[in-house]
């Protein structure tokens, strides 16, 4: 019976002993989201009959274990998975880590370095010892003349200086490349330290084969240690050309791991995967919050004049320059179209190091046909600025994101693309166009302020000059505005308007003109502020 009781204890004591399983997952695919990554990788092993522990490296340093998923063969079961950073083993480590290999390289170096100094000195030094040993021999020797007892004095001497030298360099090499090599030593303790307790994330599965057998484990999981945003780069000849969209994303990814030819996949969809199925729950509908909208992903490039002017400016229509080409697709990705996101499948592989930085990925190239048309707000900004009207922009699957908007050659700024507007048109800043001038100016001898005994009444008049300074003719919206009074004590009278479409209860004044090349235009604005002098107007 203690045979036997001994027998169980030896073979239970070999069973935990038993030597983990190393192994290194391949990343094959990633899909990123705009928070995070889902994974796919690989993971060959070699398995025995019965339970074994199966490290697998080279997984991400964070992910989230709910969303773990291994596939094996039907004789093969998984009893349990940890996910761990902070794996201890106390077999070897993996020899073929990059790390190690770089410092056992270096050590491999310098071993040869210090075995080929110890060659060369060894052969000075015996150098050294012949010739001490001749000069005793010449010296016992009789019958030189003094000349040549003088030439092998000054051989000698010069002789033994050099190789004694020689020895003292070899000497003083040696010992550098001995501290050189304690030092790499020492680094290739703290390599594998680094290797097995701080490198990248761990897989820690405790499996059951019925047979040996060698198979591959196919291994996915979630991780928010990736993201991607998409970016757009618009270019455009001039005012009677398509504009050129090229399609792109910034992807970045710390996931601790390498992505090196994978099958890349972008999804405008914000996963949130559990164990649990879902349940629908009611689809209620509700607008937008505008405001909030506005602020946050706002146009860089728009003009809009403040408060009530802001909605009338949305609301323009005019006829300008049209295009006839039909979009045309030079298309890098498979798009698929869902109910609530879109997925965009590179058909390239696709190499993403984990560094942080921004990598860039073409989904595709598109030719937008595009109404043009320039519009200036001078009271605000003496500028024009030159948009784009895309109509049925819905079907290029665009979404939110930064442009940069490069114009006649020229690179102009950058811009905002919000596809999730409520209008029928996509609405695209292309800039400033500095070759339409617009000045604002006060006429002094039309302008004036006096005092009656009613109150106090001011005159404001405007002239406002435009030029064309193009090759081309260009249609212009042009805009500005009067007061409107919320107090019978104040009254505003329009007097000069020059022709301006007017919004009496905006104040909104528009004019939609053709100007030639080199042509110059004038409209004048003229109003009139009666108040009571005794109290004092704060935003006239």
Same mark, same amino acid.
């Given at each position: ?25 391949? &990343? ?37 274990? /709910?969303?773990?998923?291994? +596939? ?14 902070? !794996? ?6 993996? #020899? ?6 770089? &410092? ?8 040869? @370095? ?6 060369? =000195? ?11 040993? /001749?000069?005793?021999?010449? +010296?016992?020797?009789? +019958? ?51 290797? #097995? ?90 607008? #937008? ?13 728009? &003009? ?45 592989? !696709? ?5 942080? =930085? ?22 605000? #900004? ?13 079907? !290029? ?11 006649? +050659? ?47 009444? @001011?005159?404001f008049t405007y002239d406002i000059i435009i030029r064309n300074n193009k090759k081309e003719a260009a249609k212009l919206t042009l805009k500005d505005q009067y007061p409107v009074s919320t107090d019978k004590e104040i009254e505003v009278e329009l007097l000069q308007s020059d022709s301006a479409k007017v919004d009496k209860e905006t104040g909104i004044l528009t004019w939609e003109m053709s100007l030639k090349p080199t042509e110059t235009k004038k409209v004048r604005i003229s109003y009139k502020v009666k108040s009571p002098k005794s109290k004092t107007l704060?935003?006239?």
């Amino acid at each position: 019976m203690k045979k036997i009781f001994l027998l169980l204890f030896l073979a239970t004591a070999t069973a935990f002993a038993q030597k983990p399983i190393f192994t290194s997952a391949k &990343v094959k695919a990633a899909t990123v989201y705009f928070n995070s990554a889902e994974i796919s990788q690989s993971a060959a092993v070699t398995l025995p009959a019965g339970t074994s522990e199966v490290v697998i490296k080279n997984v991400a340093n964070y992910l989230l274990e /709910n969303t773990l998923q291994v +596939g094996v063969p039907s004789n093969v079961t998984i009893l349990s998975s940890q996910f761990t950073n902070n !794996y201890i083993s106390e077999f070897e480590p993996d #020899e073929n880590s990059p790390a190690l290999k770089k &410092v056992r390289d270096s050590i491999k170096l310098v071993e040869e @370095q210090i075995a080929l100094v110890y060659n060369q =000195k060894t052969s000075e030094q015996k150098t050294l010892e012949l010739l001490d040993k /001749n000069n005793q021999v010449y +010296g016992q020797q009789s +019958g030189l003349s003094v000349t040549e007892l003088m030439k092998m004095v000054d051989y000698y001497k010069t002789k033994r200086t050099e190789t004694a030298n020689t020895i003292n360099t070899l000497t003083a090499k040696e010992q550098k490349l001995n501290e050189k090599l304690t030092d790499l030593k020492s680094k290739l303790e703290v390599n594998i330290s680094k290797e #097995e307790k701080i490198s990248t994330g761990k897989l820690v599965l405790q499996i059951m084969s019925e047979t040996p057998l060698s198979t591959q484990l196919d291994i996915s999981y979630l991780t928010q240690g990736a993201s991607w945003q998409p970016f757009y780069d618009l270019r455009a000849n001039d005012i009677t050309s398509p504009i050129n969209m090229l399609y792109k994303a910034q992807v970045v990814q710390q996931t601790g791991i390498d992505w090196k030819k994978v099958k890349l996949t972008l999804s405008s969809g914000m996963p949130n995967q559990s164990s649990f199925a879902p349940e629908l729950s009611p689809w209620f509908l509700r607008f #937008e919050n505008r405001q909030y909208d506005s602020l946050a992903y706002g146009n860089t490039n728009n &003009v809009a004049i403040r408060g009530a002017a802001s909605q009338e400016l949305s609301d323009v229509v005019v006829e300008a320059y049209r295009t006839t080409t039909k979009a045309k697709s030079n298309v890098a990705a498979t798009i698929t179209e869902h109910q609530m996101n879109v997925s965009f499948d590179i058909d390239l592989p !696709y190499d993403i190091a984990s560094n942080g =930085k921004q990598h860039s990925v073409t989904l595709k190239e598109i030719k937008l046909p595009a109404t043009y048309r320039h519009f200036s707000v001078p009271k605000l #900004e003496q500028e024009a600025f030159l948009l784009a009207e895309i109509s049925d922009y819905a079907k !290029y699957n665009m979404l939110r994101g930064e442009a940069n908007i490069i114009f006649e +050659g020229m690179y102009i700024g950058k811009t905002q693309i919000n596809p999730s507007q409520t209008a029928d048109t996509l609405n695209l800043s292309m800039g400033r166009d500095k070759k339409i001038s617009v000045k604002r100016e006060t006429v002094a001898e039309k302008s004036s302020t006096k005092f009656l005994s009613s109150g106090k009444e @001011q005159v404001f008049t405007y002239d406002i000059i435009i030029r064309n300074n193009k090759k081309e003719a260009a249609k212009l919206t042009l805009k500005d505005q009067y007061p409107v009074s919320t107090d019978k004590e104040i009254e505003v009278e329009l007097l000069q308007s020059d022709s301006a479409k007017v919004d009496k209860e905006t104040g909104i004044l528009t004019w939609e003109m053709s100007l030639k090349p080199t042509e110059t235009k004038k409209v004048r604005i003229s109003y009139k502020v009666k108040s009571p002098k005794s109290k004092t107007l704060a935003n006239l």
